[in-house]
Every structure is written in C-alpha cells, then in structure tokens.
C-alpha cells in the first residue's frame, strides 16, 4: 500500500515526521533512484527507498515501544538539543537512542519536571498532540503564598490567554504553609507553559510544577515503586490499550486533510 514517504520514514524509526520532511527538503531521499518530492507516496514493498543511500527494507519495520519517563529539571523534550543541553533522550540506554525514532509526546518546560511519554508510533503522537484531543493530565504545583477563593474560582472557569481562553481546569488546594501552597491541577489541553502563563496572569508565583500523570498513566502504580527522576519505564499493557483507544478516538474526529498531509 503506498504512503507518504515522511510518515514511511517515520514508521521505520529513521526520524520523526517532521525530522523526516526537513531530509526530504534537503534532497536526502531517493524513490526508485530519484529524489523525493515532499508529498510523494511509496510503497515500501514494492519501491526502493533510499534515505543518505541506506536501503529502507520492508522488513525492517522497529517493534513500536511505549514508555514513560519521569523527566529532571534542566533537562530538554527534544530528541537533539543545538545548545548541548541534556534531552530527554539521552536518558535512555544506548539501545534505546536514536536507533529506533523514539521521540517525546509533547513537552514539559526545561524548568518542570515529571511525567513524558516517549514512543516510536508516530500516529500516537500526532493524536495526541493534535489541538482537538484533550487527554487529561496532572500536575502538582507549588506556588507562593495563599491563595483566596476568587483566585481558584477564576482558574477554575478559564482565563483568556493570547486572545483565546483556556479550558475550566479542576484546581484543588492539597497543602498550605505560612508562605506557599500545593495545588493539584488537571489540565485537558495543552498550550504552551500553560500554567506558569495562567498563574503568572493571576498575580501568582510557581516555586515548581511537576506533573504526575498522563490519564491514568501515572509515575506511581498500585503496588509498584514510584519511577524515580531520570529514570523510565516501559507501558503495561493496558495503559497502551488505553493509548490506543484514544487514538481512535481522535482519528475519529480529525480532519481527513490533516490526517493525510500529517501523519
């Protein structure tokens, strides 16, 4: 079956989608001996796809992997850092690097730490990350001082933030002392440092931000240890069915263009 060349190179683990358009740009690809246009489609049991004159083989299709990491302060949701600054795949073991498209669902901020999905399913990303998917994820925040109801009720409801505003978010006061508090916050989207954003519109100081879980993909499991920081662990398999449900669902209600030019 013939698919665009960026999501075969994609779905091999050679590189991300879009890492994977940047080398069609560059000329890095050949169809059939021929360079590749973006937008092509190959089949890759028929074609000989060539990226930097490397052979993609039908065959060699990587097994995909889900994991989640529990990501340090400091450290960067990039697959390659320009600066030389620690990503998060660095954190892997050298089997797991590079060599199979691994690569992060979304981003925490340099200076948050917690819960980050890493996979090689590049159709789970894009559902993901899609703007009309809204999965819900949680976070423990400490921020300065105490809070006063108006305060969480407008959190609550929304602010608007670059002319748009947010979602109603759940906010809830977990802890209190002379001159912070501990808030949990559940988000269902997912803009850009959304909640030192919204606090910082509210007159408020984050201390820190550390999000504990993806749905119910969570650092700490019933009767398992807590994934400590800079470490991983693989899915069970009923968190990638669940991941896999949820991509169906968005696929569900994504539009048929962005589908076929983005995946």
């Known amino acids: 079956m013939q698919e665009r060349v960026q999501k075969i190179i994609s779905q091999w683990g050679i590189a991300s989608r879009r890492q994977a358009e940047k080398m069609i740009a560059a000329g890095r690809v050949h169809l059939n001996g021929t360079v590749v246009e973006l937008g092509q489609k190959a089949d890759p049991t028929k074609d000989r796809l060539e990226v930097d004159g490397k052979l993609i083989k039908s065959g060699s299709r990587p097994t995909l992997v889900y994991i989640l990491l529990n990501k ?27 060599q199979q498209g ?10 948050s730490t917690g819960a980050l999905l890493l996979t090689n399913d590049g159709q789970l990303t894009l559902c993901l990350t899609h703007p009309r998917y809204h999965l819900p994820k949680t976070y423990q925040v400490w921020v300065e001082g105490n809070l006063p109801d108006s305060v969480l009720k407008a959190w609550r409801q929304g602010i608007i933030l670059s002319g748009q505003k947010t979602l109603p978010a759940e906010v809830e006061v977990r802890a209190r002392s002379r001159d912070k508090t501990l808030l949990k916050v559940v988000l269902t989207e997912g803009r850009n440092r959304q909640i030192r954003r919204v606090a910082e519109q509210l007159g408020l100081k984050v201390r820190s931000l550390h999000r504990t879980a993806i749905g119910p993909i969570s650092l700490q499991l019933a009767d398992e240890p807590i994934v400590k920081s800079g470490h991983y662990r693989f899915l069970k398999e009923f ?22 030019n983005r995946v």
């Not at 691994?102 to 200076?111: F, S």
């Not at 968190?239 to 076929?260: G, R, W, Y």
């Open 102 to 111: 691994i690569h992060p669902v979304g981003r925490l901020d340099a200076d």
């Open 72 to 98: 340090p302060k400091s450290v960067v949701s990039t697959c390659r850092d320009p600066q030389g600054r620690t990503t998060v795949i660095d954190l892997l073991p050298k089997k797991l690097r590079y």
């Open 239 to 260: 968190e990638i069915c669940f991941l896999q449900n949820q991509v169906h669902l968005a696929s569900s209600t994504m539009p048929a263009d962005i589908k076929e």
